[in-house]
């Protein structure tokens, strides 16, 4: 196993999650309690019967890339192979982090409150992690002076 894991503690969040009960109501993991559109399911079943389920490329289906590509329209952005789709904001935080960050060179810094999985996936993939918090009683602005 990679060293790296077994210096990583387990965040308070799921420390909580083991807690629970079957009476209790969860709270904490940010599961998704809204019904899908019908429409939604019923074109995703449409496509499945006329294409059948294949695995799509590691950055997402083309198509879809290009129309969220098309839709933000960045200057020189615009094209497909400048977006990827993730499975989830976690998938995506992690790809960018190991892919942007050397751990020789960078260290990343963590304005807090914050959630608290992005420190360890930076100490996942060895690069160093720096924290400055902002205050409630600065109405968590940023203040230039302590960055």
Partial sequence: MNPSVRQISGSLIRQTAALK????ID???????????????????????????????????ESLREAIAAHYGYPGLDRPENAIVTVGSQEAM??????????????LLVVE??????????????????????????????DSERF
């Fill in 21 to 24: 009960r079957p009476s209790s």
């Fill in 27 to 61: 709270l904490g993991l940010g599961e998704p309690s809204l019904l899908p559109e019908r429409s939604h399911l019923d074109a995703a079943i449409r496509s499945a019967r006329e294409k059948g389920l294949r695995y799509t490329p590691n950055a997402g289906d």
């Fill in 94 to 107: 992690f790809a960018a982090l190991v892919t942007l960050l050397d751990p020789a060179n960078d260290e």
């Fill in 113 to 142: 409150p914050a959630f608290p999985s992005y420190a360890k996936m930076a100490a996942l993939g060895g690069v160093g992690v720096g924290r400055i918090g902002m205050a409630v009683g600065d109405v968590f602005a940023f």
